[in-house]
């Protein structure tokens, strides 16, 4: 029974025997093993490499398709350009079939040139009738000035203006700077010095001054006629008795109504009033009114008679002891005196030559010469047979 085992018992220890071998192979592997590692580190580098190099393709496909969309937005871009390009060209040919041909442009030229030619004959012409410069102009503004000064002269015999108008064509004749004014500036100055030694009355401040005496005119009353003695006789009558009889107070009474003056040598004049006074007073009014326009036109003759007037109306309507109307006759009699005329020199020849001195400049301008004086010793020559 110990020696004769079963198949079972048999079996039993080949199947140990596999199960005993791991330990042995620990130390060295064996063949197989190796091979396979071998091939599973080569297949996991396969896989590493063919996952890097999908991911690569993979890149430059992204690369590719971005650049290829880049290169469509600048297709897309020139392609716009071109379109707008086309525009332009559409409009700059729809201009340039508007602008003249050359016919046209030729015509417009010959007529710019005619249009510039007939400007600088105008010019010329303009230049001719002006001035040649502004210093045409400050001469005639001179000559103006000395008819202006003559003028108010004449009409209103204004010596402070007449003066400042002489004055200011002097100063334009310096500002020329030219030998040749020198005789018409000396003929300013004669003219000048004879204004300045004009005696100038204040005119206008007569006429204020007969204006205020106007109004002094117009404000004036008559004066009660008063005596000296009051109730004359019958007041000496009525102080003789004792003024308690009834005599004395009858002649006081009666001194207070009439006045008995054996002794008065002065005329009484009649008491003004009511249409009578105010008659007075406007021709008081009216004759200092004359005297104001003789004073400011400077008529003297008319001037002191229109005081005469107003100094007859006050003495002939009007008591000397009223105080207003003494006073008003007073001021009056100080007026008359005063002279309201004035004898303005003549300024022909100042204007004379600086119209002479215009001329020559006109003449030396537009280059003419003056004609020389014939010579007598030829006249007589060509007179002789």
Do not use: C
């Not at 197989?32 to 599973?40: C, D, E, F, R, Y």
């Not at 332009?88 to 030729?106: D, F, I, K, N, W």
């Not at 417009?108 to 007939?118: E, P, S, Y």
């Not at 229109?306 to 105080?323: I, S």
């Amino acid at each position: 029974m110990s020696e004769a085992t079963s198949p079972n018992e048999q079996e039993q220890p080949a199947r140990a025997a596999p199960d005993a071998a791991p330990p042995a192979s620990e130390d060295k592997p064996s063949g197989p093993g190796k091979v396979a590692l071998l091939l599973a580190l080569l297949a996991l580098l396969l896989a590493i490499a063919a996952a890097l190099a999908g991911g690569w393709s993979l890149w430059q496909l992204r690369a590719l398709e971005s650049k290829d969309q880049q290169q469509l937005d600048q297709l897309q871009g020139v392609r716009e350009q071109s379109e707008t390009a086309v525009q332009q060209a559409e409009a700059l040919s729809a201009r340039l079939q508007q602008l003249p041909t050359v016919a046209e442009l030729e015509e417009r030229r010959r007529l710019l040139a005619r249009l510039q030619g007939d400007q600088q004959l105008l010019n010329k012409r303009l230049e001719t009738v002006l001035g040649a410069s502004r210093q045409d102009w400050r001469l005639a503004e001179a000559e103006h000035l000395l008819r202006l000064a003559s003028l108010r002269l004449s009409a209103l015999q204004d010596i402070d203006s007449a003066k400042a108008l002489v004055q200011g064509a002097d100063e334009i004749l310096r500002d020329q700077d030219d030998p040749a004014a020198f005789a018409a500036r000396e003929q300013l100055a004669k003219s000048l010095e004879a204004l300045r030694a004009t005696p100038n009355p204040d005119r206008t401040g007569l006429f204020l001054q007969l204006g205020a005496l106007r109004d002094q005119a117009g404000q004036l009353s008559a004066l009660n006629p008063a005596f000296e003695s009051q109730g004359g006789v019958l007041g000496e009558l009525a102080a003789e008795g004792d003024g308690a009889s009834w005599w004395s107070q009858g002649l006081q009474t009666l001194a207070e109504y009439f006045r008995i003056d054996f002794s008065a040598d002065q005329n009484i004049r009649p008491l003004l009033a009511g249409q009578s006074l105010s008659q007075v007073r406007l021709a008081l009014s009216l004759a200092l009114e004359q005297a104001q326009w003789a004073a400011l036109h400077g008529e003297t003759q008319v001037y002191r008679q229109a005081l005469l007037q107003a100094a007859e109306v006050l003495d002939g309507h009007f008591d000397r002891e009223n105080p207003a109307s003494r006073a008003l006759r007073m001021r009056i009699d100080e007026l008359i005196g005063q002279s309201v005329e004035v004898v303005a020199p003549d300024l022909t020849d100042s204007l004379n030559a600086v119209q002479a001195y215009l001329q020559r400049k006109e003449s030396a301008r537009n280059g003419v010469v003056p004609e020389a004086p014939a010579d007598p010793a030829a006249n007589d020559e060509e007179a002789r047979p």
